[in-house]
């Protein structure tokens, strides 16, 4: 079945291509292999994220560490977050999506290689490095769905697009509650245990540089001809409108983003805790449960990436971002490219999820201290309060879907030259195959 460009005149399929009969728009089918790849060295790096959280305990029992100790392997992916982000997501503006899909992947490749080197007792601060690099690596993940949709993929597939990125995350998340927990039992021979760990961190190995070698070969940074004709626009506009600090100033003045910001931090900040601390949650009533802690946090995954999955088609078709709370990553980042467009994708997911890691370190520390000190239901009911203000704040936002808008506008223009008035004759466009 043939793709619609952006001013809806049929694609026609050509080799590897799909060409519209007006050649300033095209959609290729090489846009779902970078997703693909994009969704690959993300869902590898997320594993990475929860592999230690999961198992607390056994990490505790195996470094000879506290718990908090291990809570800190989650939190370093948050805490390097948020000093990184800026340079990163200038680079990402300067050099483009190739740069850092390479950066990305080899570092995350180092990462878990780094890992490999740690599994004995007296080696957690080497552990701990790698997670580090992990975390570096994450920088130049968590920005890029929405940037990866809009740079290869048409006006009425950027939501989807989008989505199946986030879902590559999503899954990672899923993969690191439920593989852990079986590849490490929690067995009391300390060399057995460091068997186990071992498995775990040269599968975890293998794969990230099976992955790194097909970014190196196969990644492209855009296609050569604009997928819609937002992305027209945005590569036609005059190079002194790129200045990255002008972009971050419009942005804290625009107040719809600012309560996009807030309600994101909110509400995927308290995923995050939860998260980090769900071992710690079932093990203090279920002893000698981590693969059902595992089995729970899977559940918990799943069902946003169902939510982001239906985020994604239904914003396609309806475009009403702001009625939705499940599946609130992917809508978070379209719903900010739509509210702040023509600015970079780039810069406003990158806010967004600095946003959530400031909140995530705060809910994770804070959310531990009151599980330590009253009860896990008085931790629950601390998140929840803030899911509620942060629902709250949603409602306020105001849709102003300058992307579609533009979309639109453009559209217009094209079909006016397209149909021409009566007595005109219309000019005929050479389409390069």
């Known amino acids: 079945m043939c793709d619609k460009a952006d001013n809806h005149i049929d694609v026609q399929p050509e080799g590897n291509l799909e060409v519209s009969s007006v050649s300033r728009t095209?959609?290729?089918?090489?846009?779902?292999?970078?997703?693909?790849?994009?969704?690959?060295?993300?869902l590898c790096n997320a594993f990475q994220w929860i592999q230690y959280g999961i198992i607390n305990n056994i990490f505790m029992k195996f470094y000879q560490v506290s718990s908090f100790a291990v809570d800190w392997l989650s939190m370093v992916y948050m805490l390097t977050y948020i000093p990184f982000i800026f340079p990163v997501t200038w680079l990402l503006e300067r050099k483009g999506l190739r740069v850092?899909?390479?950066?990305?992947?080899?570092?995350?490749?180092?990462?878990?290689?780094?890992k490999v080197a740690s599994v004995q007792p007296s080696l957690f601060w080497v552990t701990m490095l790698g997670q580090f690099a992990c975390s570096c690596a994450q920088v130049f993940i968590l920005g890029m769905p929405s940037q990866v949709a809009s740079v290869w993929f048409g006006s009425d597939e950027v939501s989807t697009a989008c989505a199946i990125g986030v879902f590559g995350n999503q899954l990672g998340i899923a993969i690191g509650f439920l593989v852990?927990?079986?590849?490490?039992?929690?067995?009391?021979?300390?060399?057995?245990l460091a068997e186990h760990i071992s498995i775990m961190f040269y599968v975890t190995a293998g794969v990230a540089t099976l992955i790194f070698l097909l970014v190196v070969f196969v990644f492209q940074e855009k296609p050569e001809t604009p997928p819609s004709l937002a992305q027209v626009a945005l590569r036609n506009m005059p190079t002194g409108q790129h200045s990255y600090l002008a972009y971050i100033a419009r942005l804290m003045c625009n107040k719809p983003f600012i309560l996009l910001l807030i309600s994101y931090g909110l509400n995927v900040g308290s995923f995050y805790a939860v998260s980090t601390l769900l071992n710690?949650?079932?093990?203090?009533?279920?002893?000698?449960?981590?693969?059902?802690?595992?089995?729970?946090?899977?559940?918990?995954?799943?069902?946003?990436?169902?939510?982001?999955?239906?985020?994604?088609?239904?914003?396609?078709?309806?475009?009403?971002?702001?009625?939705?709370?499940?599946?609130?990553?992917?809508?978070?980042?379209?719903?900010?490219?739509?509210?702040?467009?023509?600015?970079?994708?780039?810069?406003?997911?990158?806010?967004?999820?600095?946003?959530a890691q400031v909140f995530g370190i705060a809910f994770t520390i804070i959310q531990g201290k009151i599980i330590d000190h009253f009860s896990t239901l008085a931790g629950n009911i601390f998140l929840c309060v803030f899911l509620l203000i942060g629902s709250i704040m949603t409602a306020f936002i105001k849709s102003d879907l300058r992307r579609q808008k533009a979309n639109q506008e453009t559209r217009g223009n094209a079909d006016s030259s397209v149909h021409p008035q009566h007595g005109e004759t219309l000019p005929v466009k050479e389409v390069k195959m």
């Open 100 to 114: 850092v899909a390479l950066l990305a992947a080899s570092i995350n490749c180092a990462g878990t290689w780094i």
């Open 280 to 355: 710690r949650m079932i093990i203090e009533h279920y002893p000698g449960e981590e693969v059902n802690a595992g089995r729970i946090g899977l559940t918990l995954v799943v069902a946003g990436v169902v939510g982001s999955l239906i985020c994604g088609v239904w914003l396609d078709k309806t475009k009403t971002y702001k009625f939705f709370m499940t599946g609130y990553l992917p809508l978070g980042f379209e719903f900010a490219v739509e509210l702040t467009y023509p600015e970079s994708e780039g810069t406003s997911s990158g806010l967004l999820n600095c946003s």
């Open 180 to 192: 852990p927990p079986v590849l490490v039992p929690n067995v009391e021979d300390m060399g057995e």
């Open 26 to 42: 095209r959609l290729y089918r090489r846009r779902w292999v970078i997703l693909l790849l994009f969704s690959s060295y993300s």
